[in-house]
Every structure is written in C-alpha cells, then in structure tokens.
C-alpha cells in the first residue's frame, strides 16, 4: 500500500506522477472533501493541459502501508504521523520537501527506515488545478542517511521518463542545502519586506544586500561543514552559490535591478511566502527554510535568524488578521 499524506502541490504532484506509472496510491487528507484537480505544464509560457485526476481514495480502516509519503506541511508533520501510527503498520516514510528537517523529531515517532525525496519541480496548485513549472529542469533526488535497504531502488517511483529524474544519495545533507539554497533565492527575503521580488529588489539595497548575505551564510555553512554542492539537473549549485558568495555587491545589485529579469527567473511565479503568507494569511515553511540555524548555535547565521523571526513576526500579523 502506497500512501501520500497531504495532497498540497507536493502530495497532488506524487498522487499524478504515480497514478501516471500505473500505480493506485491512496490519500490521508484532512480535508473533508478531496476533489478531482487537473494538471497542467507551464512551458516557453504556453500552458498545456496534461491530465485530469478523478478517483482519488482515501486510506481506511488498518494495514500495512510500504511507502508513506509525508507532503504535508513542515508544521503538520508530527500530527499527521501521529494519527497514521495510530491504525497502520508503517514500513517506510519518505518525508518530501518541506518536511526534511524534521528527520529527528519523525524518528523518535518512527525507528523505521526514513528517505527524503527532493524536487526541483516548480509548483503551483490551486483551485484544484496543479501546474507545473520548468519541466525539462525537473529532478527528483531520493536521500538517506545510511544505505538502509537497496530494494527501495527497485520500486518503480521512476518518475523519470518525462517528469523528472530520480537519482540516489547517500549525502542527505548536501542535498538538503543545496535545495536550501534554491528554495531561498527570490522568497523570503521579499516577503520579509511584504513586497514581491520584482517590486523590492530594484528599489531597496539593504534588500539586495539581505538576500546576498543569507545565501552567503549557508555557503560558509556548507564550506565549514565539507558539505561539498549538489549540483540538480538544470541548476548548477555551485556556480550559484559562488556568484551569490563572491560577487562583488555593485555588480550584483545591477542584477537585481532588472524587474523584467527577476520576473523571468521566476517564470512570473508569487513567491511561496508571500503567497502564504501576505496573500493568504496562513502559516509558512519558516522552521524548514530557516529554522534549522537554532541547531547550529556556533555559526554566524545572523541574517538567517533576523529573516526567520522577522517571518514569524509576520505571521502573527498576518495570520491573526486572516482568521
């Protein structure tokens, strides 16, 4: 039994992915209605529809499931697990996304075998529509901390073919920042000034400035830890974080300057913070994008940390405002 707890825009992207690999996953939702949703691909600007996913079943009554996806968000994770581990036998959790980083807190829960799986897919999933984004950049990295079992290799998540490429790693965290890095770039520092990218970078320094500096932290991070880069396919990593580290600030900020360029890198997409945050008024990701600098005390993470209790500031504002 396959089973995807969440169907966000991870969870919906999984559900069609397999269901496209012949597959019958089976959904834990807490919604109280699961909708059909249709798929779309977002390419050289033109939207195409893809598929339309009808059927969806939720998970019932007792078993034993092989695979348990966790694409909730990072703040519902435990809930989630929790109210699984309750009725089911759970052989393997995959934690996707937002929810690496909680490996600690899942295992104390869970002493199973536990892999994170990493997308470079840009998504975007609402009023029952999922688009997807920069398809022939896609990759899907599969991690573990150790070599737990290979037969994981064999299941046929090969959601490669024309989605995305599944690869294997043993360097969870090197992976795991690398994606840090990415997810950061054009998200929350904008949102921390409650502007989009395009709005903010080419009138604000001290905004420009923010942004260089939290990518530069993580790559001293990275750097100090012998981490080493991952590089995804279609984003060299390395080469970014070096443009980020070593760019003279001049240079970089002309960079930024170009509204027409940032909208361009990111395909005229709303930031997932400031979607989250300032459009809907709900939580964000903060303890997975930022929140980790509280395990790493010794480091200077200076302008991650202003960033995540500025973003925390926020939701009180905001979130308290929307309900």
């Known amino acids: 039994m396959i089973v995807i707890a969440g169907l966000g825009s991870i969870g919906s992207f999984l559900y069609f992915l397999l269901s496209q690999k012949g597959y019958k996953p089976l959904v834990f939702s807490k919604r109280q209605e699961i909708q059909p949703f249709e798929v779309f691909c ?3 600007n033109e939207r195409k529809f893809i598929a339309k996913i009808e059927n969806i079943a939720r998970v019932e009554g007792e078993g034993k499931i092989e695979y348990l996806f ?7 994770t435990k809930n989630y697990l929790k109210s699984i581990l309750l009725n089911y036998e759970v052989k393997r959790i995959i934690l996707t996304q937002n929810g690496i980083g909680l490996e600690e807190e899942v295992r104390e829960m869970f002493p199973g075998n536990i892999y994170y799986l990493t997308f470079t897919t840009a998504l975007e999933f609402n009023n029952s529509q999922l688009t997807i984004f920069n398809l022939h950049k896609s990759q899907a990295v599969l991690t573990s901390i150790n070599n737990q079992e290979k037969d994981l290799l064999d299941f046929e998540i090969d959601i490669n073919s024309n989605y995305c490429l599944l690869s294997y790693s043993f360097n969870h965290l090197k992976v795991r920042f690398s994606k840090l890095i990415l997810n950061l770039i054009l998200n929350v520092v904008p949102s921390a000034f409650e502007e989009l990218p395009w709005q903010v970078f080419p009138n604000n320094p001290e905004a420009v400035k923010m942004e260089k500096d939290l990518i530069r932290e993580i790559c001293n991070f990275i ?4 981490l080493g880069y991952y590089n995804f396919r279609g984003y060299n990593t ?17 960079f930024y300057s170009n ?11 709303v930031p997932s913070f400031y979607n989250d945050l300032i459009l809907k008024g709900q939580k964000t990701e903060v303890e997975y994008y930022l ?9 200077d993470l200076s302008t991650v940390k202003f960033l995540y209790n500025r973003i925390i ?10 309900n």
């Open 238 to 254: 390395y080469f970014i974080s070096q443009v980020y580290k070593n760019l003279p600030f001049s240079i970089f900020r002309i």
């Open 70 to 76: 966790l694409s909730s968000k990072a703040f519902e």
């Open 313 to 322: 500031e926020m939701e009180g504002k905001y979130c308290k405002r929307n």
């Open 42 to 44: 977002l390419s050289k």
């Open 291 to 299: 929140g980790w600098f509280k395990k790493y005390p010794n480091y």
């Open 223 to 226: 750097d100090d830890q012998k």
């Open 259 to 269: 509204p027409n360029f940032l909208k361009k890198l990111r395909n005229d997409r």
